[in-house]
C-alpha cells in the first residue's frame, strides 16, 4: 500500500528551514494521528489495531550532569515483550532528553524485531512535533526530522500521547539509568519491580 507524508516546512530559525516531513511513496505506513484537540489518555491501554505499544520517557539527573531513558514494550495482550534502560552521558536539558529518549526507542524497537507499533510518551511537544501538530523546538528540530525519516523502516508507527499515570514503567526504567553504568534491557523476562507495575497498569487498563 502506497501512502504520501505531506511535505511541511518547518522555520527553525529565522534564516533556517528544515522539513520535518518529506514527500514520499513508499510501500509501509507511517501514520501520524494525534491531533491538537485529543485529549492525553490518563491511564496505560493495550494498542488497538497494531500489535505492540512501545512507551518511552526520559529523566534528567542534574547534580550528575546526565540524563536516563526508559523504555517498555508490550502487545495488545498486555504481555512483556521487552524493556531497555539506558544511561545518556551528557548534560542535557529536559526536551533534548525526551527527543534522545524517543529516537532510542524507535532504534530499540528495530533491534527487537517488531514492525507495526504504538510508540507512546507523555512529552506533548514531542509527540505534537512527531505527529505534525506542532512546530519541534529549534534545539531538537534535526533529532525530530530524523525520527521522522526512521520510522519508514518499519510496517506502521503511530505517535500517541498520555499522562504520566500511563507512562508509570516508562519512566521507572528511566530513573532506574541512574544506578546503571550505560544500559539494562530485558527480553519477555523481567525484574521484579518491572512485574509489579505492569501488574499495575494491567489492573488499571481493564478497570476504567
Known amino acids: 500500500m502506497k501512502v504520501t507524508l505531506l511535505t511541511r ?11 520535518t516531513f518529506v514527500n514520499v511513496h ?3 505506513a507511517c501514520t501520524l494521528p494525534v491531533k491538537k484537540s485529543s485529549a492525553a489518555k490518563k491511564n496505560w491501554v493495550p494498542p488497538t489495531g497494531l500489535n505492540y505499544k ?41 526536551i533534548e532528553t525526551e527527543a534522545t529518549t524517543v529516537e532510542v526507542g524507535i532504534t530499540f524497537a528495530g533491534e ?14 514531542m509527540i505534537q512535533a512527531l505527529s505534525d501538530s506542532a512546530l519541534a523546538p529549534s534545539s531538537v528540530a534535526s533529532l525530530v526530522y530524523g ?13 500517541s500521547h498520555v499522562c504520566r499515570n500511563g ?8 530513573k532506574h ?25 494491567v489492573s488499571m487498563a481493564f478497570t476504567n
Open 54 to 94: 512501545e512507551n518511552v520517557d526520559g529523566a534528567v539527573f542534574s547534580a550528575q550532569k546526565t540524563a536516563g531513558v526508559g523504555v517498555v514494550i508490550r502487545d495488545n495482550e498486555c504481555h512483556f515483550i521487552a524493556g531497555l534502560s539506558k544511561k545518556l552521558n551528557l548534560p542535557l536539558g529536559a
Open 26 to 28: 513508499t510501500g509501509c
Open 112 to 125: 527487537i524485531g517488531i514492525r507495526d507499533f504504538v510508540l507512546e510518551g507523555d512529552s506533548l511537544i
Open 9 to 19: 516546512i518547518n522555520t527553525i530559525e529565522s534564516h533556517r528551514l528544515l522539513p
Open 167 to 174: 507512562n508509570i514503567l516508562a519512566h521507572l526504567l528511566a
Open 147 to 159: 525520527i521522522a525519516v526512521a520510522a519508514y523502516d518499519f510496517r506502521s508507527v503511530k505517535f
Open 177 to 201: 539509568a541512574l544506578g546503571i553504568v550505560d544500559y539494562c534491557d530485558w527480553n519477555e523476562k523481567s525484574s521484579c519491580f518491572i512485574e509489579q507495575a505492569l501488574l499495575h497498569d
